[in-house]
């Protein structure tokens, strides 16, 4: 039993530090609402052009500490790339995934077509406040 609270012990000493590192949000997130993105002209794809991040750190059943890390990459001229880097931090495993796509705007929708690796359209309420991109309420940071 002593090493199992030990466990618990340093995953949760692990999780602050992680929390303190202002690493990007960590869930639940949630700042009230924001507004949308006005129009779909050139200004609107300026704004969200660039690198956003979102990253949850949690712990499972077992006390192992994880991670989801989900990067998007939106060009100015439509072409998007995402990244999901999921880690077990207690043992040392981690897993990549990265699509390929293209994105436009439609009022206050953000629609994002996969090329790679699979095709498939998805449709996502779009917002910005700040350094902050929200996609479907999910809090983004600006990386770049």
């Known amino acids: 039993m002593g090493a199992r609270v030990t466990r618990q012990l340093c995953a949760l000493v692990t999780v602050c530090c992680l929390a303190a590192c202002e690493a990007g949000p960590v869930a639940p997130v949630g700042r009230g609402s924001t507004g949308p993105v006005a129009g779909s002209g050139p200004t ?18 077992f006390g192992f500490l994880h991670s989801s890390e989900t990067t998007w990459t939106f060009t100015a001229d439509g072409g998007a790339f995402r990244a999901i880097v999921t880690r077990n931090h207690t043992l040392g495993a981690f897993d990549t995934s990265v699509a390929t796509a293209r994105w436009r705007l439609d009022g206050g929708n953000l629609i994002i077509d996969f090329l790679t690796p699979s095709p498939g359209t998805i449709v996502l309420e779009v917002r910005l ?4 991109l929200f996609l479907a309420g999910q809090e983004y940071l600006r990386v770049t």
């Open 129 to 132: 406040q700040g350094t902050s």
């Open 44 to 61: 609107a794809a300026t704004g969200i052009a660039g690198t956003w991040r979102r990253t949850l750190v949690f712990l499972d059943e």
